[in-house]
């Protein structure tokens, strides 16, 4: 005799550790890997959705079919180890794949912000890095740096862009952002001049100051260029650093 009412505490006993399971593996993913607003500047975590949504859906109904206390502790400890080690493989899965996807720098290149993703930079480019810091992707987070090419690298550096492995993808490259403040401040431009260029941006431009909280007077604004075109970063001159990031094409 079946007893439903023992099959359905153990499912939603294994709802519940699969739904904590996934729950650590979506805060590490959404709020660090992938901060907003980042997130939904780039995606990148589709597919993990996915897997997770099957994990809470099949891995509970699996315990639906399997359990039966007439079985033995052994039985049951064998079915639920099968069932453990799948679901636990398909959410590995989904986080290997969004990591690989993660961004790990968002770097200053010449006129432009560049949001760089893991899966963008080979492994020869981090172990040619000069500066150490720059030899391993962070797993924290994306970490803010600037581009500088020296002037012995700039006919490799234009030969590889070419073929598509560009300066902003090349750790020998980066430098801390502070050492190209000047630069970043000689490229951005003020807000004024993007709502000239952009009327239909003032409302989003007038909102994102004042969210920034930082003084007009210190405001400009960058391209910030990712892996599905183009947004538009606010800055404070101060230090260069983004402080507010605008869904809008400055192009």
Known sequence: MIVWRERFIATAIH???????????????????????????????????LVVGCDLALGPLMSLVIYNSRKSRRELITDYAIVGVIQIGALVYGVSVVAVARPVFVAFNSDRYEVVL???????????????????????????????VPPADRSNATMQAVL????????????????????????????????????AMKPLVDSAAARSGVPA??????PVHHSKGFWTVLIDTADGKPVEWIDFDPY
């Open 118 to 148: 893991a899966g963008e930079i080979a492994k020869t480019e981090l172990a040619a890095a000069t500066d150490a810091q720059y030899r391993s992707l962070p797993w924290t987070g994306p970490r803010l740096v600037a581009v500088k």
């Open 164 to 199: 598509g492995n560009e300066e902003h993808k090349r750790p020998k490259f980066f430098v801390p952002l502070p050492e190209q403040l000047e630069r970043i401040r000689a490229k951005s431009k003020p807000l004024e001049v993007l709502e000239k260029k952009k009327p």
């Open 217 to 222: 007077e210190r405001l400009a604004w960058l």
């Open 15 to 49: 709802f519940l550790v699969t739904l904590l399971l996934a729950g650590i593996a979506a805060a590490l993913i959404f709020l660090v890997w992938f901060p907003e607003p980042l997130q939904t500047m780039v995606g990148g975590s589709g597919l993990f959705l």
